[in-house]
């Protein structure tokens, strides 16, 4: 027993224990009688059990060492499945699959059973719940704040090679992990309308009338740190309405509209907006946002005040980090608090707000930047358009002074865009109130100095800097590899499951003939494993012995997978009608969802299914060429299709990907990358060496350059190689599409009518021809294997421990407690 | 709603006799109060049982306020529990009335009005 009269797990026996008592006094069955998903529950919550005790040890240290806490705020954690990565953590992996073998059942079985938590569309989500991995490692004071959707991301089927949503109800069967905690519960007024009064001194005082009430309740899942010596949380609200019934109503007698109420107001946590990009004037987006805001926000003064008197030590204290614009309100709703409740001077409270901010960029196009109509959001939080607009009359003030006779720019930095309607800019609003603003790469951190924001850069550059984003190497190697993290961990230690950088140790294994051979041989198996999901998934037979090109995320014009399908059907072409064989046997894998509004890339989905049936069934390829599309990808799915690639597409337009994470995932599972000059692919190229990666395609100066003086025509290309031509001309055909005439030619037109916005022509013989090296290369198997072993080992950058290091020291000063 | 009315000196003081104060008995507030700012100039009201208030009990109190205020009077409000006096503050009302901890002391303080009027 421990001092929590908890039994700690030392050995197999006490998590047998542990387990057999979860299933017959939490679960209340008997052993025979458990389904599988009652055996994950009673691993989970002895899991849990565990966690629960470092929690609040972590607690414990936390409230006598009163250290400065880092709140992050983020509308998405795409956390995945936990059992794993939890006993990974917890360092009792092999002790529970040993207790489960002697109790008859299979771990890994089980740990596949769990349902992802797919609170978050993509690259955005996942960061973060990569974040709250190193926070807790690096056993630094760290929180995240997001919203408990009952449904997360849509489940992705497909039927005749189109898109089907399908709703995924994650919560249906409850979760073990989540810690309801009612006594908690905020209140959040929402609606309503300012009246304008004066209080009892005769100073202005603009009070909050006939608002509605929302009840937001958390739920606290654990997060480990590796070692297991610091739990943290990730604290999720769901909303409630503030009584069963609105009593007015049912006493009015209307039942039913009393019930709709009850159902609106809860509908805020209902579902997570699939959207990749922004969501656009649509207010229950608006409310969620203000809710994850208003809760957080409530949470962290409780906490803050729970110990300390003074608002003076507020930013020595707090550092809050909003993750892209979505929770931008906090800065509103943070001097709200401080303003109305906490009766602060206005100046006192901003100097704090700014101090306690910091906000994180992710986009890269100013058209692609949030806002909010000022009609919706005076209607639903009057008091802090109110807030706003006294912040923005303020800092117009300072520009005014700074940049005097310059009404321009005025008009552009002002938190209000002079639209009809006028609309709110969420990150102006956002960049006035931090103290720090980071891009998360190197490129994207310039292009917002330069391209994005440049009269904010201008008028503080000193609170602008980079953060180029990282993956968490205990998910991504440790529990997505295991194979490779048992060979790793037999020749060079185990330090790099903390300190990423030591797999540079690595580089003089990497033409060592045996490693190789058993790096190979670890390889081939994840190929075997993953064929065997292909063939189940997509009836598609994958031969394990070629090369497998993955391109696995979010479909979007700009990351080009036409651009990948282009290079396929020039294969195909080149080998039917060329009579040309490939260099090299390959395997095209394709996953990701399309959002559901989003009709070119509903459309691409069912390009590659099209292109996939025709070449598979065609015997001339079905040597050379096979194309699978994975359905549903997901964070679970991810684990066992990056392990398994051999070269990874990272080929977005220059100058649209960010960042990208998926590019230092690949790499790490030793992979190539194939990919343009863009996000943190040109970091990996500085990391790797130019050798050991495949880079093609123009530059963001040379799209910037074609944009800007209009100097691109696809048409040149079209007619200036033939090749390109023959690859254009099959979407006009009908190749593709022999029972569904024209289905593609809109590709055509796109392409060469409308000027080809992503520039897949400009890019396309780049392409192809680095594609005949990549092709080359893996037929050198030696030289191929040597490569793929130089980019695990110079890879070490990308982890997200050396990103929140990073983000620790120069923006939120907290330390390791 | 049956309000409990004591009386201190001209002050009188209602004790508030529910713990949830929203749209379903607000109106009720307003209508079984009315006598007492029919009556009084100087009133107090205790609400040490008032664990929630919404909107529409806000506005119940502002009511009272400015019906006694409009004659000269005045509404003085004590006994708030903390997550009730966390609403006030929330939608910035807890600047419009005066409020104390006790009755004691919000009937103290009418009195300490009168006699700084009376200096």
Redesign the interface.
Same mark, same amino acid.
């Given at each position: 027993m421990n001092h929590y009269g908890n039994p700690t797990i030392d050995s197999v026996s006490d998590a047998q224990d542990s387990i057999c008592r979860h299933a017959k006094y939490s679960l209340g069955k008997a052993w025979r009688d458990l389904s599988s998903r009652d055996l994950f529950t009673a691993v989970a919550l002895s899991v849990r059990d565990q966690m629960v005790d470092r929690f609040l040890e972590t607690q414990e240290r936390y409230q006598q060492e009163d250290p400065k806490r880092l709140y992050y705020l983020s509308i998405e954690f795409l956390i995945g499945q936990s059992l794993g990565s939890n006993l990974h953590n917890l360092r009792v992996r092999e002790l529970y699959r040993q207790a489960l073998c002697n109790l008859g059942a299979d771990l890994k079985t089980i740990e596949e059973s769990e349902t992802d938590a797919a609170l978050g569309n993509g690259g955005l989500g996942r960061l973060a719940a990569c974040f709250l991995d190193s926070l807790a490692t690096l056993e630094m004071p760290g929180y995240g704040y997001g919203i408990n959707y009952e449904y997360g991301l849509f489940k992705q089927e497909i039927d005749n090679g189109y898109q089907r949503e399908k709703p995924d109800n994650w919560l249906a069967q409850g979760t073990p992990w989540e810690i309801a905690r009612p006594d908690e519960a905020c209140l959040v007024p929402i609606y309503g309308r300012i009246e304008h009064g004066v209080d009892r001194k005769g100073v202005y005082n603009p009070m909050w009338m006939d608002w509605k009430v929302l009840i937001g309740i958390p739920y606290d899942m654990l997060i480990p740190g590796y070692g297991g010596r610091t739990v943290t949380f990730l604290r999720l609200y769901s909303a409630r309405a503030s009584r069963d019934f609105d009593m007015q109503i049912f006493n009015d007698g209307d039942y039913f509209k009393a019930v709709e109420q009850k159902i609106s107001s809860e509908t805020i946590s209902k579902v997570l907006y699939p959207a990749d990009a922004v969501v656009a004037g649509q207010e229950l987006r608006l409310v969620q946002e203000y809710f994850l805001v208003a809760c957080a926000v409530r949470d962290i003064v409780r906490r803050f005040q729970q110990t300390h008197g003074s608002f003076r030590e507020f930013a020595a204290k707090v550092a809050i980090q909003l993750n892209d614009t979505h929770p931008a309100l906090t800065v509103a709703e943070l001097m709200r608090t401080l303003v109305d409740e906490k009766d602060l001077p206005w100046e006192e409270a901003w100097e704090i707000t700014q101090a306690s901010l910091g906000y994180t960029n992710h986009t890269l196009v100013p058209e692609a930047l949030e806002k909010w109509p000022v009609p919706l959001l005076e209607a639903v939080l009057p008091r802090h358009l109110q807030i706003i607009h006294e912040i923005n009359r303020r800092f117009l003030e300072q520009v005014a002074v700074a940049y005097p006779e310059d009404r321009e720019r005025l008009k552009r930095v002002s938190l209000i865009e002079e639209t009809a309607p006028k609309q709110v800019r969420m990150a102006n609003l956002a960049i006035v109130g931090s103290h720090s603003i980071n891009g998360v790469s190197a490129i994207h951190t310039g292009l917002i100095e330069t391209s994005l924001v440049p009269d904010f850069y201008q008028l503080w550059p000193e609170r602008f800097n980079n953060k180029t984003n990282g993956i968490t190497q205990r998910r991504w190697l440790l529990q997505a590899n295991p194979a490779l993290a048992d060979l790793i961990r037999t020749t060079i230690g185990d330090g790099w499951i903390t300190d990423l950088p030591r797999l540079r140790a690595l580089e003089k294994w990497a033409t060592n003939a045996d490693f190789q051979t058993e790096f190979r041989r670890i390889k081939r198996s994840n190929k075997e494993r993953l064929a065997k999901v292909i063939r189940e998934t997509s009836q598609v037979k994958a031969d394990p012995d070629s090369l497998f090109d993955m391109q696995v995320k979010r479909i979007h014009a700009y990351k080009r997978q036409l651009l990948n399908v282009m290079h396929i059907i020039h294969e195909y072409l080149s080998l039917i009608e060329d009579n040309r064989q490939p260099a090299v046997p390959r395997t095209y894998v394709f996953a990701g969802k399309a959002a559901p509004g989003y009709w070119w890339a509903k459309q691409i989905i069912k390009l590659i299914h099209n292109v996939a049936r025709v070449i598979n069934n065609d015997s001339r390829a079905s040597d050379w060429i096979k194309v699978a599309f994975i359905p549903d990808y997901r964070v679970s799915l991810a684990e066992n299709i990056i392990p398994a690639a051999d070269l990874s597409e990272q080929i977005s337009t220059a100058g649209k990907e960010a960042s990208g994470t998926s590019n230092m995932k690949f790499a790490l599972n030793g992979a190539l990358t194939i990919g343009t000059l863009d996000g943190a692919n040109i970091e990996i190229l500085e990391e790797v060496g130019e050798e050991n990666i495949f880079i093609f395609g123009l530059r963001v100066d040379e799209v910037q350059a074609l944009r800007e003086k209009r100097l691109y025509r696809p048409y040149d290309e079209y007619h200036r190689n033939p090749l390109v031509k023959r690859v254009v001309e099959a979407f006009r055909s009908n190749l593709f599409c022999p029972r569904e005439p024209d289905l593609f030619a809109w590709i055509y037109q796109n392409i060469l009518d409308e000027n080809d916005e992503h520039f897949h022509l400009a890019d396309l013989c780049a392409y192809l021809e680095t594609q005949e090296k990549t092709a080359e290369t893996f037929n050198n198997t030696v030289a191929w294997t040597t490569k793929a072993i130089l980019n695990m080992a110079r890879i070490g950058k990308f982890s997200s421990d050396r990103t929140v290091a990073e983000y620790a020291r120069a923006i939120w000063n907290i330390k390791k407690v | 709603m049956v309000i409990a009315v004591d009386k201190m000196g001209d002050v009188a003081i209602a004790e508030l006799p529910v713990e949830?104060l929203? =749209? !379903?008995?607000a109106g009720e507030l307003k209508r079984d109060i009315a006598p007492l700012l029919e009556a009084h100039t100087k009133l107090v009201i205790d609400l040490r049982r008032l664990r929630f208030v919404? !909107? !529409?009990g &806000?506005?119940a109190f502002i009511s009272c306020l400015r019906k006694l205020n409009a004659k000269g009077g005045d509404l003085k409000l004590c006994g708030m529990q903390k997550?009730v006096r =966390? +609403?006030f503050? &929330? +939608? /910035?009302?807890h /600047?419009?009335?005066?409020i104390y901890a006790t009755r004691e002391e919000a009937v103290r303080a009418f009195q300490g009005e009168k006699n700084a009027g009376v200096e």
């Open positions: - | 949830e929203d =749209a !379903s008995n919404d !909107s !529409s &806000l506005g997550p =966390a +609403v503050e &929330l +939608v /910035r009302m /600047r419009i009335f005066d």
